[in-house]
């Protein structure tokens, strides 16, 4: 038969010894056969046979086909390998949206589950815990969830508690950033340091001194003023930026300076990381936007669409970036994701600073001294308090309180006031106002609500034109004194 001349002889000597002569002969030997690969699909010719050959040989064939099968899938492991993650990859593929929906849920509840075994002394699983869990999840990341602490906050003034932390920035500080759990904060400085100081106790724990102008690029600091910090969500990560132009990461566990990010032509005035995750974002006086990686120390991309410098820039969960930029009146909403940008208009005077309070609300401040509360699907404010600090006092910062109905902002007017946000986040009513003597450069809330840390310098953050004297450099933590929450119907 002709199938049996492609039989490599050690084969068809396990089934016909007889024939194992005739193949030796090199009559009966097919041109190449010897580097044909076993297994190896019949020629065009040979399929081209008459049917009645085809049936003879069937029988024949079937016992060295078997063997030639046998042969093939052990000799390959790998290229068995091969097929079965195709076969997988195609599984993957074949998976529609919404089993790839219903898959991620189950994955979701199971590891809710898992983390609700661990916490619980009991053997039993609190469903209803579960549920509420997965529901404040999905409310926060969606921006719909609401705290409400400015009930509340005690009114008294009296009842405010003022702590100057030790000082050690011999200029004025220009920024802070502080650790979820609110055990420490870090600080900035027009002297070029950076420090970090224990909430508890007001000790220095950590402290890096600016590099000289003159210093190279490799040294390890800031020359000039540090105007800008950021702290990843997990405290991993910090991010400086100040008047060189550079992006500084640092590793907070070993407080060493991992990598200094080159992209910037101008100063690095603000900075910030978003929520959960190590992707970071910059904005210059060079005009421009820039994503960042913390986890690769890598640059990502650039966003382009301010006339002047970027002043200040903010973000939550999703992927997207508020900045204003100053002298352009504009406030823009970057949807990083998406490849777009909201652009709201302002109009009236310089916006120098921003705050998110949820991922749809946010803030502003100005320098005619109007405080504004904005609504991302309109392109005006919803509500605008005029001279919120008095007259010819601009806003030098403000701040709110994620997903809660507090905000608060400061001037040079010697007071940083609270504000409370209605309950359709329409409106914001003066709530409380502590004296503070000198420029307030940056607040920062504690995750609770319970303290505010300050950064009060005698200069504003950006500039020396204005110098308030009595003021003394320094940070400080504002304490709150809070009502205990009402219990729940």
């Given at each position: 038969?002709d199938?049996?001349?492609?039989?490599?002889?050690?084969?068809?000597?396990?089934?016909?010894?007889?024939?194992?002569?005739?193949?030796?002969?090199?009559?009966?030997?097919?041109?190449?056969?010897?580097?044909?690969?076993?297994?190896?699909?019949?020629?065009?010719?040979?399929?081209?046979?008459?049917?009645?050959?085809?049936?003879?040989?069937?029988?024949?064939?079937?016992?060295?086909?078997?063997i030639?099968?046998?042969?093939?899938?052990?000799?390959?492991?790998?290229?068995r390998?091969?097929?079965?993650?195709?076969?997988?990859?195609?599984?993957?593929?074949?998976?529609?949206?919404?089993?790839?929906?219903?898959?991620?849920?189950?994955?979701?509840?199971?590891?809710?589950?898992?983390?609700?075994?661990?916490?619980?002394?009991?053997?039993?699983?609190?469903?209803?815990?579960?549920?509420?869990?997965?529901?404040?999840?999905?409310?926060?990341?969606?921006?719909?969830?609401?705290?409400?602490?400015?009930?509340?906050?005690?009114?008294?003034?009296?009842?405010?508690?003022?702590?100057?932390?030790?000082?050690?920035?011999?200029?004025?500080?220009?920024?802070?950033?502080?650790?979820?759990?609110?055990?420490?904060?870090?600080?900035?400085?027009?002297?070029?340091?950076?420090?970090?100081?224990?909430?508890?106790?007001?000790?220095?724990?950590?402290?890096?001194?600016?590099?000289?102008?003159?210093?190279?690029?490799?040294?390890?600091?800031?020359?000039?003023?540090?105007?800008?910090?950021?702290?990843?969500?997990?405290?991993?990560?910090?991010?400086?930026?100040?008047?060189?132009?550079?992006?500084?990461?640092?590793?907070?566990?070993?407080?060493?300076?991992?990598?200094?990010?080159?992209?910037?032509?101008?100063?690095?005035?603000?900075?910030?990381?978003?929520?959960?995750?190590?992707?970071?974002?910059?904005?210059?006086?060079?005009?421009?936007?820039?994503?960042?990686?913390?986890?690769?120390?890598?640059?990502?991309?650039?966003?382009?669409?301010?006339?002047?410098?970027?002043?200040?820039?903010?973000?939550?969960?999703?992927?997207?970036?508020?900045?204003?930029?100053?002298?352009?009146?504009?406030?823009?909403?970057?949807?990083?994701?998406?490849?777009?940008?909201?652009?709201?208009?302002?109009?009236?005077?310089?916006?120098?600073c921003?705050?998110?309070?949820?991922?749809?609300?946010?803030?502003?401040?100005?320098?005619?001294?109007?405080?504004a509360?904005?609504?991302?699907?309109?392109?005006?404010?919803?509500?605008?308090?005029?001279?919120?600090?008095?007259?010819?006092?601009?806003?030098?910062?403000?701040?709110?309180?994620?997903?809660?109905?507090?905000?608060?902002?400061?001037?040079?007017?010697?007071?940083?006031?609270?504000?409370?946000?209605?309950?359709?986040?329409?409106k914001?009513?003066p709530?409380?106002?502590i004296?503070?003597?000198?420029?307030?450069?940056?607040?920062?809330?504690?995750?609770?609500?319970?303290?505010?840390?300050?950064?009060?310098?005698?200069?504003?953050?950006?500039?020396?034109?204005?110098?308030?004297k009595?003021?003394?450099?320094?940070?400080q933590?504002?304490?709150?004194?809070?009502?205990?929450?009402?219990?729940?119907?």
């Amino acid at each position: 038969d002709d199938r049996l001349l492609h039989v490599p002889p050690v084969v068809v000597s396990v089934c016909s010894p007889t024939l194992t002569t005739k193949m030796d002969d090199p009559f009966f030997r097919t041109p190449g056969a010897s580097s044909h690969r076993k297994g190896k699909s019949l020629s065009g010719k040979q399929k081209q046979s008459g049917a009645k050959g085809k049936a003879k040989a069937k029988a024949k064939a079937t016992p060295v086909k078997r063997i030639i099968d046998d042969v093939d899938v052990s000799d390959s492991d790998e290229d068995r390998k091969m097929v079965a993650g195709g076969a997988e990859s195609e599984e993957e593929a074949e998976e529609t949206a919404a089993e790839k929906r219903l898959r991620l849920a189950k994955e979701l509840i199971a590891k809710a589950e898992e983390e609700e075994r661990e916490t619980r002394e009991a053997e039993e699983i609190d469903h209803d815990a579960i549920a509420h869990r997965l529901r404040t999840d999905l409310l926060e990341q969606t921006g719909k969830l609401r705290r409400h602490i400015a009930d509340r906050v005690e009114t008294d003034v009296a009842a405010v508690k003022v702590t100057r932390v030790h000082r050690a920035h011999r200029l004025s500080p220009t920024c802070l950033a502080m650790s979820t759990d609110a055990a420490w904060v870090v600080s900035g400085s027009k002297d070029g340091s950076i420090v970090q100081w224990d909430l508890a106790s007001g000790k220095r724990v950590w402290q890096v001194k600016g590099c000289a102008k003159s210093a190279p690029d490799d040294c390890e600091g800031h020359r000039g003023s540090v105007l800008s910090l950021a702290l990843s969500t997990d405290a991993r990560f910090l991010a400086s930026g100040g008047q060189d132009n550079f992006v500084l990461i640092w590793d907070v566990a070993t407080r060493k300076l991992l990598k200094k990010l080159k992209g910037h032509k101008g100063s690095v005035t603000c900075l910030c990381f978003r929520r959960n995750s190590h992707q970071l974002f910059s904005g210059s006086l060079d005009r421009t936007v820039k994503v960042w990686s913390a986890d690769e120390l890598a640059y990502v991309e650039t966003l382009y669409g301010h006339e002047d410098g970027v002043q200040c820039v903010d973000s939550m969960d999703r992927e997207r970036a508020l900045t204003c930029g100053g002298r352009d009146h504009t406030l823009r909403l970057w949807k990083v994701a998406e490849e777009s940008q909201l652009v709201y208009n302002w109009g009236v005077a310089c916006v120098d600073c921003i705050a998110m309070v949820s991922e749809t609300t946010f803030v502003s401040g100005s320098q005619e001294g109007s405080l504004a509360l904005w609504d991302a699907g309109k392109k005006k404010p919803v509500f605008t308090q005029r001279h919120a600090h008095g007259p010819n006092n601009w806003i030098t910062a403000v701040c709110a309180l994620k997903l809660a109905d507090v905000v608060a902002s400061g001037s040079c007017d010697g007071y940083l006031r609270l504000w409370k946000c209605d309950e359709r986040l329409h409106k914001l009513t003066p709530l409380l106002a502590i004296p503070l003597a000198g420029f307030v450069n940056s607040l920062c809330f504690s995750e609770s609500g319970d303290f505010i840390v300050t950064a009060v310098g005698q200069e504003p953050r950006l500039g020396r034109w204005v110098c308030v004297k009595d003021a003394k450099p320094c940070v400080q933590r504002v304490a709150l004194q809070l009502k205990p929450e009402a219990p729940k119907p």
